[in-house]
């Protein structure tokens, strides 16, 4: 779900750009058309990116020391 202050600082930022004389009923729907069109695309926030990206750099640590302990345990057993 996209934050409110990103949808109203987008929706700032595109009305300044239009014309004063687009009719304001037109620059109302401009929001409630952003909202679906978002909705509609897979997004997360950069919470849950932050997180996610966290998880994965934990997770290869810990593939990282798998890897490298599996190859002394094969080293060992060779000899």
């Known amino acids: 779900m996209i934050p409110n202050s990103f949808l ?3 929706s700032s930022k595109i009305n300044e750009l239009l014309p004063e004389e687009l009719p304001q009923n037109i620059k109302k729907n401009l929001r409630a058309l952003m909202e679906a069109s978002f909705s509609k695309l897979d997004l997360v926030t950069r919470e849950e990116f932050d997180a996610q990206k966290e998880v994965l750099l ?3 640590e810990k593939v990282d020391l798998l890897q490298k302990e599996l ?4 080293e ?3 000899d």
């Open 8 to 10: 109203d600082q987008l």
């Open 58 to 60: 934990r997770t290869r």
């Open 71 to 74: 190859a002394r345990i094969e």
């Open 76 to 78: 060992n057993r060779r």
